[in-house]
């Protein structure tokens, strides 16, 4: 698949695993960031696991003017096949405490990227979405057919509204082709540890936190309520391996330009859900490393149980995990272990 490919946060933790993958597909990847939540360090890590650096443009999606402007310096060079849109602010918490510059950010950047998209006849656009969009789903596992409930926080709403924004661009006549690609957590890192999850101060997610509290960078990891109803009383998740989720993203492009119209949200799971207190088990047979913890109150905003019905992505783009949970703690360990050397 010889396509030109702007990824947008291609120097963020899924974005840059995702430049990977698009390269061994054959791919050209263009990573477009303002490096607002990562460091330039990733290029470093990048170039040691491809032999060279990608092309970089660092510029701020939600500025029209200069995300239009490097947009038009790309097409010098030919044409853009392809955008994966993954630039965004991502921290739950924080967008209950920032809420405009979640809808600043988040929203403003899809616009802008359909906006060029449409002025350089890009047709396939492929954008990070969340589980986060069904909230607390009646039913688990969650397929795509959900019920999108009234988001739980404004980052939710973003991904909801940022759904919306392409569903409706692509209704309006121009030939656009979307894949909505449903996140649930990501986890892990490549098997080099040149590049891995850069949480830049203190980790909101569990596994970025349980590796430094195994590191002893952090206070013993508080599992957060133990009295769910669920079969050892912690919250259920979807852990996928971050190499797992680049690879669809793949399959969505190469699905996308089979397509003469399409504009389709694919859940990216590995199927299965598992608790926390199951995820420090899994990660202390992955590693033979005790993980110290203790039990604390629950969190708010904290979902009960979700994990993906991911049948539809393994029939309509031929994607499939390959990964175990312990296959990905082992990355995020080694990683981190990486990381402190
Ligand atoms: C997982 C479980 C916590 C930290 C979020 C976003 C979602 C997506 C992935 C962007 C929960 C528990 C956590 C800790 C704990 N991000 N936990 N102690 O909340 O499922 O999803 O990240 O798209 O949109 O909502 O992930 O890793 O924060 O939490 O017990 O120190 O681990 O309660 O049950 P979450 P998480």
């Not at 993980?291 to 604390?296: E, Y």
């Amino acid at each position: 698949m010889k396509k030109r490919v702007i990824v947008t946060g291609g120097a963020g933790y899924i974005g840059s695993h995702t430049v990977i993958e698009l390269v061994n597909a054959g791919c050209t990847p263009i990573v477009m960031d303002n490096f607002s939540n990562s460091t330039k360090e990733v290029l470093v890590g990048l170039h040691g696991i491809l032999g060279f650096e990608p092309e970089v443009e660092e510029v701020d999606c939600a500025d029209r003017s200069a995300l239009l402007a490097a947009f038009e310096r790309i097409a010098e060079d030919g044409s853009i096949d392809g955008i994966i849109h993954f630039a965004a602010f991502k921290a739950v918490g924080e967008s209950t405490q920032l809420p405009l510059k979640y809808y600043a950010n988040n929203i403003a950047s899809t616009v802008n990227i359909l906006e060029a998209a449409q002025q350089h006849g890009t047709t396939e656009v492929v954008f990070s979405s969340s589980c986060t969009v069904y909230g607390q789903p009646e039913a688990i596992p969650v397929d795509e057919s959900a019920p999108m409930p009234s988001a739980e926080s404004p980052y939710g709403y973003t991904k909801q509204a940022c759904e919306r924004i392409i569903t409706d661009f692509a209704a309006s006549g121009y030939p656009l082709k979307a894949a909505l690609l449903r996140y649930f957590n990501p986890i892990g890192a490549h098997s080099s540890s040149l590049i891995g999850e850069l949480p830049l101060n203190h980790p909101n997610n569990l596994v970025p936190y349980l590796t430094q509290a195994v590191a002893m960078l952090r206070d013993p990891l508080t599992v957060f309520g133990d009295d769910y109803p669920t079969p050892d009383g912690t919250c259920i998740r979807d852990y996928i391996h971050v190499m797992d989720l680049a690879k669809a993203h793949v399959a969505a492009l190469d699905w996308l330009g089979k397509q003469s119209t399409a504009c389709e949200a694919f859940n990216l799971g590995t199927g299965e859900g598992n608790s926390v207190l199951e995820v420090i088990q899994a990660f202390e047979r992955a590693t033979g490393v005790t993980v110290p913890h203790r039990i604390g109150p629950r969190r708010a905003g904290d979902v009960t149980a979700i994990f993906a019905d991911a049948s539809k992505a393994r029939r309509e783009l031929g994607w499939s995990c390959n990964f175990s949970l312990e296959e990905a703690l082992r990355d995020a360990w080694n990683w981190q272990q990486a990381l402190g050397a």
